[in-house]
């Protein structure tokens, strides 16, 4: 899952927020339904106390074929087999419900379809990213659409910074420079943590 705060006349202040988003993530985690499709909700309840919009990629048939050989977490677990075409699917009315029982549907819109097929289409400032999406190739592709629309003093975060080879990517210069378009900015938490963040200087 990939979303994408959209900047507004105002900027809020995003620490603030995603202290706020993980208080409110955890809480989702705790209630009794079932805990899949938790961030959309979760986000979409926190922009809306900050008056701003929320875009919402995802394919909503789960990850797409791919051939990453993925082993194990910096954190230690195994992650074999974890990212199969078609794993974590959450279909666009079964993340819409969530939103609307634990969110506020009224300030999302949603984008179904492969990331490298519908972000060539977006066009607007982005304030803040967070990308959940867990393969190499997906970030990439988010980076690379992504990053050139968000404004200065944005933020972009992964909560896919445990797993190698998305480390690898945000550690790629050649691919910042030549596919990005930018020079590698500092990744902060990457190699340490799962939820790493970039500041836009
Ligand atoms: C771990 S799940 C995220 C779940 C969601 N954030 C949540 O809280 O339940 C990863 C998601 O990324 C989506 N995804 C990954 N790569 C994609 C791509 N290239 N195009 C479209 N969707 C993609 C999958 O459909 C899946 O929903």
Redesign the pocket.
């Known amino acids: 899952?990939?979303?994408v705060h959209i900047m507004r006349a105002t900027f809020c202040p995003w620490e603030l927020r995603f202290s706020q988003f993980r208080r409110v993530k955890m809480a989702a985690s705790l209630r009794p339904a079932r805990?899949?499709?938790?961030?959309?909700p979760s986000l979409a309840y926190l922009q809306n106390i900050a008056g701003r919009k929320l875009i919402v990629?995802?394919?909503?048939?789960?990850?797409?074929e791919n051939v990453e050989n993925h082993d194990k977490s910096i954190l230690g677990h195994s992650i074999k087999g974890w990212f199969s075409g078609g794993?974590?699917?959450?279909s666009l009315e079964e993340?819409q419900e969530n939103v609307k029982q634990f969110g506020e549907l009224e300030v999302c819109t949603f984008v179904k379809?492969?990331?490298?097929n519908?972000m060539p289409n977006l066009n607007t400032s982005i304030a803040a990213a967070y990308l959940?999406?867990?393969?190499a190739?997906?970030t990439r592709?988010c980076l690379k659409f992504l990053w050139p629309l968000l404004i200065s003093g944005g933020v972009l975060y992964s909560?896919d910074g445990d797993f190698p080879l998305v480390i690898a990517v945000f550690n790629d210069n050649e691919f910042w420079r030549n596919e990005v378009g930018f020079t590698k900015p500092n990744v902060e938490g990457l190699g340490k943590r799962k939820l790493i963040r970039i500041v836009k200087g």
């Open positions: 899952m990939f979303l805990t899949k499709v938790e961030v959309p990629f995802d394919s909503f048939e789960g990850l797409p794993e974590f699917c959450g993340v379809g492969w990331f490298e519908t959940d999406v867990d393969l190739s997906s592709t909560q």
